[in-house]
């Protein structure tokens, strides 16, 4: 398996359906193969939902490499070591609507926190829309690795990229720079001298870019119902185990409208990527759960 498939999660519920087919959309835009990982008990249970699986992504791309994957032990921890070497992990989440929709799934929480790459949360309640948008949102200056990747990931797609910072930042971006109409214009021109995401931005100069000054959580959600994607960072832990989820992460992974992007400071693209710790299976040791979370 090469260090650039992407690993989706499966447990033949509809949300991990969905992750199966952004999944295997994530796959061929990259041109690569796609992993499907079912953790159960007993592997004999696994056979019926892996075969549905690659039939469906064999039905909407066909010519995808496809591999299919049983394995025991609980979700969280069985992804997290199949995504080590991946470009991407793409797992499912159960949210539920009104005061209850700020419940996150149990297994996607544990990845959110612990997964050693890139993880793509596929929420319930986000249908899938054609935008042609990225969304990056930064809470920390020196995020260069999440700004790194959302370029990337807007160049990758063909899509406009728009920024937002939180209004907490030392140095906030102003609201609503104008987006140049032209993609061949240089991103770097509509960007704050002192962002760092400037000089990134001349790397990428087919990418269309506006900004803006997030400030408030309402202002952070309601750019979400417009995106295709949003990008957030998170660092790691003081003590070493799994990541540090700040405020604009948790609001996302529990009330975004669209997919969620978690990218692991300090983890470019190509970087090698720690083992999963042993507190992530210390967590999760005490029995197995369902992959959509």
């Not at 592997?43 to 699986?53: F, K, Q, R, Y």
């Not at 929480?109 to 930064?138: F, I, K, Q, T, W």
């Not at 990229?161 to 971006?173: E, F, K, Y």
């Not at 997030?214 to 750019?223: R, V």
């Amino acid at each position: 398996m090469t260090a650039r498939h992407v690993v989706v999660g499966v447990d033949g519920s509809v949300i991990a359906v969905r992750a199966l087919d952004l999944a295997a959309d994530e796959a061929a835009l990259r041109a690569t193969t796609l992993e499907v990982v079912y953790a159960v008990p007993d592997l004999d249970e696994a056979g019926p939902v892996l075969a549905s699986a690659a039939s469906r992504v064999g039905h909407r791309h066909p010519g995808l490499p496809v591999v299919t994957v049983p394995a025991e032990g609980h979700s969280a921890a069985v992804l997290a070591e199949h995504g080590r070497e991946a470009a991407l992990t793409v797992v499912g989440c159960r949210s539920l609507g009104g005061l209850a929709g700020t419940v996150f799934g149990s297994v996607s929480r544990r990845l959110a926190a612990h997964a050693p790459g890139p993880l793509l949360v596929v929420r319930g309640d986000s249908p899938p829309r054609l935008h042609n948008e990225v969304l990056l949102v930064l809470d920390e200056e020196e995020d260069a690795d999440t700004a790194v990747f959302a370029f990337q990931e807007a160049e990758l797609r063909g899509a406009a990229l728009r920024i937002l910072r939180s209004s907490a930042d030392p140095h906030p971006l102003p609201v609503a720079v104008p987006m140049p109409h032209r993609r061949s214009e240089s991103t770097a021109s509509y960007l704050p001298a002192r962002d760092p995401s400037a000089e990134i931005g001349e790397r990428h100069p087919l990418v269309r870019t506006g900004s803006q000054d997030a400030a408030s959580t309402q202002t952070l959600l309601e750019a979400t119902r417009t995106a295709d994607l949003v990008v957030t960072g998170c660092r790691p832990r003081r003590s070493g185990h799994g990541r540090q989820l700040g405020s604009l992460t948790r609001t996302l992974l529990h009330r975004a409208h669209c997919p969620v992007l978690l990218v692991p400071a300090g983890q470019g693209r190509g970087a090698p990527r720690p083992r999963p710790g042993e507190e992530l299976h210390r967590v999760v040791r005490r029995g197995y759960g369902p992959t959509a979370y």
